[in-house]
Nanobody, 124 residues
Framework: QVRLVESGGGLVQAGGSLRLSCAASGRIDSSWLMAWFRQAPGKEREFVALITWGGGSADYVDSVKGRFTISRDNAKNTVYLQMKSLRSEDTAVYYC?????????????????WGQGTQVTVSS
């Protein structure tokens, strides 16, 4: 069993930055994926970024490439999402998730463990 706790959300002006953290409790295998998703009001949950726990390979949705960076600290069992040049369309609840098996997947249904979410609001 894996428990995830997100933090770091808040209100920021357009063009600003935020760093989200996701602390995981429980054993994380090196082959697993850690990801960030987001969900805006009235919209479906959307993939944002993922990272392989062991190798650190990352991938992003096109809309955040060059602005967001996902990273992990294996010693702290924590994944981060550094967000820069934020836009109003980045406003959403951001969720951390774990896919407890190998294989890249951008679909929310492929992830078994989820955090409670943290609100990010970007004002224009």
């Amino acid at each position: 069993q894996v428990r995830l706790v997100e933090s770091g959300g808040g209100l920021v002006q357009a063009g600003g930055s935020l760093r989200l953290s996701c602390a995981a409790s429980g054993r994380i295998d090196s082959s697993w994926l850690m990801a960030w998703f987001r969900q805006a009001p009235g919209k479906e949950r959307e993939f944002v970024a993922l990272i392989t726990w062991g190798g650190g390979s990352a991938d992003y949705v096109d809309s955040v490439k060059g602005r967001f960076t996902i990273s992990r600290d294996n010693a702290k069992n924590t994944v981060y999402l550094q967000m820069k040049s934020l836009r109003s369309e980045d406003t959403a609840v951001y969720y951390c998730a774990v896919r407890p098996r190998p294989g890249i997947d951008f679909n929310a249904y492929a992830y078994d463990y989820w955090g409670q979410g943290t609100q990010v609001t970007v004002s224009s």
